[in-house]
T-cell receptor, first 116, second 112 residues
Framework: GAVVSQHPSWVICKSGTSVKIECRSL??????MFWYRQFPKQSLMLMAT?????????EQGVEKDKFLINHASLTLSTLTVTSAHPEDSSFYIC????????????FGPGTRLTVL | AQTVTQSQPEMSVQEAETVTLSCTYD???????LFWYKQPPSRQMILVIR??????QNATENRFSVNFQKAAKSFSLKISDSQLGDAAMYFC?????????FGKGITLSVRP
């Protein structure tokens, strides 16, 4: 149980275009999902917390107009990178927390974004 | 706010031997959890072991065990009988206020 999927697994886009990444909880309902960014051989940095039915909470320094997050259902959160630039190239990982109080998160397999 | 420190960027262990990965953390929260996550070359994050801060007993999970020293805010991971499949990046993580804070990670290599 507690499987999280992401789509696509990798994407290449041109500078100035927008890219949408989907995160789904496959076998449980996730009221809260999280989006992380990871640079090569570095740690995960939390970008935002996505709450079903409400606005996302962004971490300090993350541009909310650039990284649009929508959590329209209990099993789906999306991250849209708007007007992407080469510096947005990175590995994006989502996670979901199961109901309960353990703080454990289940992670998706990640999406590698390359902006040309 | 929470901080996690993993001071060793890399470690190496001989297959079948034991290795300990160190971690210290800081938090003002009284209610928190500690985790070790593994990230193999596939980059899929995998939970290795979890420790509730209110429990004194150290968590164990097959070949993996922790040494949780709450007063010292230390949370080390011991891997026994290391296997080639243990080679990965390991992150020490603290969970508090519904968020996870990651350490910088340590790359573990296993020598055959």
């Amino acid at each position: 149980g507690a499987v999280v999927s992401q789509h696509p697994s990798w994407v290449i886009c041109k500078s100035g275009t927008s890219v949408k990444i989907e995160c789904r909880s496959l076998d449980f309902q996730a009221t809260t999902m999280f989006w992380y960014r990871q640079f090569p051989k570095q740690s995960l940095m939390l970008m935002a917390t996505s709450n079903e039915g409400s606005k996302a909470t962004y971490e300090q320094g993350v541009e909310k107009d650039k990284f649009l997050i929508n959590h329209a259902s209990l099993t789906l959160s999306t991250l849209t990178v708007t007007s992407a630039h080469p510096e947005d190239s990175s590995f994006y990982i989502c996670s979901a927390r199961t109901p309960g109080g353990t703080n454990e998160q289940f992670f998706g397999p990640g999406t590698r974004l390359t902006v040309l | 706010a929470q901080t996690v420190t993993q001071s060793q960027p890399e470690m190496s262990v001989q297959e079948a031997e034991t290795v300990t990965l160190s971690c210290t953390y800081d938090t003002s929260e009284s209610d928190y959890y500690l985790f070790w996550y593994k990230q193999p070359p596939s980059r899929q994050m995998i939970l290795v072991i979890r420790q509730e801060a209110y429990k004194q007993q150290n968590a164990t999970e097959n070949r993996f065990s922790v040494n949780f020293q709450k007063a010292a805010k230390s949370f080390s991971l011991k891997i026994s009988d290391s296997q080639l499949g243990d080679a990965a990046m390991y992150f020490c993580v603290i969970g508090a206020n519904s968020k996870l804070t990651f350490g910088k990670g340590i790359t573990l290599s296993v020598r055959p």
